[in-house]
């Protein structure tokens, strides 16, 4: 079975742009969750998605968005980027609902916003 | 919202000695406690997962401890091995997800001496 598959792997954006970033979860997990990774604040919980519906959401600003699509695959989106917002940016899928069931990472995207 | 400190965030062993690695939190309806491993450049892999229900669990050389009443839970690597050299996070989380999904910790990089 395929594993969790992020596009694009890098980006580089300058501030003031947005970016969409994708990621297709395993076959059959219907909830995606994506993560912000930087060296100082760690793995911090952006949003949760399942069944085309954010069922979650953390504490980022409102620039920070993302969206499912019918097939489970979701979107992120960072509209008016910040040099803040460099980052890599992890999505995770699993099979349920809910944090209680074991994710699955996938390769991240690594955006560096100059 | 939840909030889960860990500890060491540097952690340096001989090969062959045993590694611990310790977490608390703070919300006391959180019931699930995963540990993921993350190798330079790669994507956290879960690595063994706990629920309250249960104080310790074992998979070979890992097993994890959970102390519900003082909110604490450590991860043991026992005859530890230059593989075992990554970063470490333990993570939280509250029935249904909650508003702060998965909460990690800052994370320990694990450093295996030859």
């Known amino acids: 079975k395929a594993g969790v598959t992020q596009t694009p792997r890098y980006l580089i954006k300058t501030r003031g742009q947005q970016v969409t970033l994708s990621c297709s979860p395993i076959?059959?997990?219907?909830?995606v969750s994506w993560y912000q990774q930087t060296p100082g604040q760690g793995l911090q919980f952006l949003f949760e998605?399942?069944?085309?519906?954010?069922?979650n959401k953390g504490n980022f600003p409102g620039r920070f968005s993302g969206r499912q699509f019918s097939n489970s695959r979701s979107e992120m989106n960072v509209s008016t980027l910040e040099l803040g917002d460099s980052a890599l940016y992890l999505c995770?899928?699993?099979?349920?609902?809910?944090?209680?069931?074991?994710?699955?990472f996938g390769p991240g995207t690594r955006l560096t916003v100059l | 919202g939840e909030n889960v400190e860990q500890h060491p965030s540097t952690l340096s062993v001989q090969e062959g000695d045993s590694a611990v690695i310790k977490c608390t939190y703070s919300?006391?309806?959180?019931?699930?406690f995963p540990w993921y491993k993350q190798e330079l450049g790669k994507r956290p892999q879960l690595i063994i997962d706990i629920r309250s229900n249960v104080g310790e669990k074992k998979d070979q050389r890992i097993a994890v401890t959970l102390n519900k009443t003082a909110k604490h839970f450590s991860l043991h690597i026992t005859e530890t091995q230059p593989e075992d050299s990554a970063v470490y996070f333990c993570?939280?989380?509250?029935?249904?997800?909650?508003?702060?999904?998965?909460?990690f910790g800052k994370g320990t990089h694990l450093i295996i001496q030859p």
């Open positions: 919300d006391s309806a959180s019931n699930y």
């Open positions: 993570a939280a989380s509250i029935p249904g997800g909650g508003a702060d999904g998965l909460t």
């Open positions: 998605y399942f069944s085309e519906t954010q069922r």
């Open positions: 076959s059959g997990h219907r909830s």
């Open positions: 995770a899928s699993s099979i349920l609902f809910g944090t209680l069931n074991e994710q699955f």
